[in-house]
């Protein structure tokens, strides 16, 4: 099966630590994003990478970090910078930057207390 | 900020009834999607009308774009209980920007 999975679904993590999601694509795709989106709003851009090792800062980056090592491999650390951390956090690939069909993960939902 | 703008934020109809979702964006743009999320879930891509297209169909979907109006709509067809969730437009000028979404509620 190709796509893009995201582990784990659900993560509960105490005030003040740093947790990394993960995310990978089999789809032999360039780019990837992740956005983050609170309950009733849309998504909000975190970080996007177009290429091996070269990642953008996108809208709300601040309390966030990304690695992309490897081209089917992207994972986000949320940091205790983050004031508010508690969101679901979606993950995407395209083939390019160039638009077109944004591929998403299933999402995971992280509950920060 | 947020390049798109879905209107209606909620919308509730009968089975079988038609459904339009509308979409404003700000500035130009290479092509505007249509995505669907159910509750809890990913986002799954619906169509893509280009910069240069007025209007395109997939199956029981419609969509206009307006670059003049800089805007957008969706139009479900017929539709069905399936048919439950949100919906948002996504434009791609440099990067890709998401609106807040129509949440359709279609009651059996």
């Known amino acids: 099966d190709g796509g893009i999975t995201q582990s784990p679904k659900y993560l509960f993590r105490k005030e003040g630590q740093n947790v990394t999601l993960s995310c990978e694509q089999n789809?032999?795709?360039?780019?990837m994003y992740w956005y983050r989106q609170d309950p009733g709003q849309g998504l909000r851009l975190i970080y996007y990478?177009?290429?091996?090792?070269?990642?953008q800062k996108g809208d709300i980056a601040e309390g966030y970090s990304v690695s992309r090592e490897k081209k089917e491999s992207f994972p986000l650390t949320v940091t205790s910078a983050q004031k508010n951390p508690t969101a679901f956090y979606l993950c995407a690939s395209t083939p390019g930057l160039a638009g077109g069909e944004q591929y998403f993960g299933p999402g995971t939902r992280l509950t920060v207390t | 900020s947020q390049q798109g703008e879905e209107d209606p934020q909620a919308l509730s109809i009968q089975e079988g009834e038609n459904a339009t979702m509308n979409c404003s964006y700000k500035?130009?743009?290479?092509?505007l999607q249509w995505y669907r999320q159910n509750s809890g879930r990913g986002l799954v891509h619906l169509i893509l009308i280009r910069s240069n297209e007025r209007e395109k169909h997939s199956g029981r979907l419609r969509v206009t774009l307006d670059t003049s109006k800089k805007s957008s709509s969706l139009l479900i067809t017929a539709s069905r209980a399936a048919d439950t969730a949100s919906y948002f437009c996504a434009t791609d000028g440099n990067q890709f920007y998401f609106g807040t979404g129509t949440s359709l509620t279609v009651i059996p």
């Open positions: 500035t130009s743009i290479n092509n």
């Open positions: 990478s177009q290429i091996v090792n070269d990642f």
């Open positions: 789809l032999n795709h360039d780019a």
